[in-house]
């Protein structure tokens, strides 16, 4: 378990102090997919950076295993590094080594035999797809497969902790998916705990059961994904789910408008809105939809206009027994 103790961190640039975390409270348990979201800024690489004290709290404390990782000896934070691993958006592979030699150097910094080391780097690019690779050089390799590799030499010590730092930002949206996929198998095969640090909200309704939404240093909201996103309590996650803003929606006035919310529905709006038409024989025209699947579930909002006011209340009627939905008069923007 790893617990963040009212952690605050401050630089001295010269411009003066800025502060880059301001009294974080966040507790990980062991074997979750734990996300940090927020803009750039916000703290998220400095938060992460303090789970392995690569960066010191100016104030709080970072707790492993109920141990305070700030009085570690130097000697002690070796070990807990090597059980708690990083993995960059830049992949940080040595180019002038092959993809075996990465994935085997820190087996070899540890005192480990080359044959040995070796053998554990191929079953590790098994792992991750990439055996066929061993002797190809990083610069062979896309994108996509370099954080395989990276992620691979990063298994190399048997972490208890994978921490992600932006890992995924600088791939398509095809190959993001497929590391996503590999980290979650990771997960639930190994038992590692995976930290996301990320701006994208896709990556962390992909794969996270858990998120912290930081905002200017400071926790904005937490909880379980589907919670936090499902019902967004503050102005950052609401930023996050509702980018547009339902409170700024602005649409031509029309009469017989309604707002259905989904709140954990188990489809999209397209079949629901379908589904209207096929069984009441009711078109409704969709004037505004903003909806997001979030483990397996819609969220968002679909506004729906419909020719007359009996058509508008037998919709409302139909919806009202469907499952996670709400139904909203709709007032021109309010």
């Not at 208890?160 to 095809?174: G, H, M």
């Not at 497929?178 to 095969?189: F, G, H, K, P, V």
């Not at 950052?236 to 009469?255: H, M, S, T």
Request: with cysteine.
């Amino acid at each position: 378990m790893i617990q963040i103790v009212n952690v605050s961190k401050q630089f001295e640039t010269k411009d003066g102090t800025v502060k880059a975390l301001d009294g974080v409270f966040l507790t990980i348990e062991d074997k979750d997919i734990y996300g940090i979201i927020g803009m750039s800024g916000a703290g998220k690489s400095t938060l992460v950076r303090m789970m392995n004290m690569l960066e010191r709290p100016t104030e709080g404390q970072v707790l492993v295993d109920g141990v305070d990782v700030g009085s570690l000896s130097e000697k002690e934070l070796r070990t807990l590094r090597r059980s708690t691993t990083m993995i960059f958006q830049g992949f940080h592979l040595l180019m002038q080594k092959n993809v075996l030699q990465n994935v085997a150097f820190p087996l070899l910094l540890e005192g480990v035999g080359k044959k040995e080391a070796n053998a554990k780097a191929l079953e590790l690019l098994a792992l991750v797809g990439l055996e066929e690779k061993a002797k190809s050089y990083p610069a062979q390799l896309s994108g996509g497969q370099q954080q395989r590799v990276a992620i691979a030499r990063a298994l190399a010590t048997n972490p208890k902790v994978l921490l992600c730092d932006e890992a995924t930002s600088a791939l398509d949206p095809v190959t993001t998916q497929s590391i996503l996929a590999l980290l979650r198998d990771i997960n639930e095969s190994l038992g590692v705990t995976v930290i996301l640090i990320t701006h994208q909200m896709s990556v962390v309704t992909g794969i996270c059961k858990h998120v912290a939404i930081l905002e200017q240093g400071k926790v904005a909201e937490q909880g379980e994904v589907t919670e936090v996103f499902s019902n967004p309590s503050s102005e950052a996650a609401k930023k996050l789910v509702l980018p547009q803003g339902e409170e700024e929606i602005d649409l031509p006035e029309q009469p017989n408008m309604i707002r259905v919310v989904f709140r954990g529905a188990p489809s999209l709006n397209q079949p629901l809105v379908t589904s209207l038409a096929r069984d009441k024989g009711i078109c409704a025209n969709i004037a505004y939809a903003s909806t997001k699947g979030i483990g397996g579930k819609a969220y968002g909002t679909i506004i729906l206009s419909f020719e007359n006011q009996e058509e508008k209340e037998e919709a409302i009627r139909y919806f009202q027994s469907a499952e996670g939905v709400r139904i909203e008069e709709w007032n021109h923007g309010r």
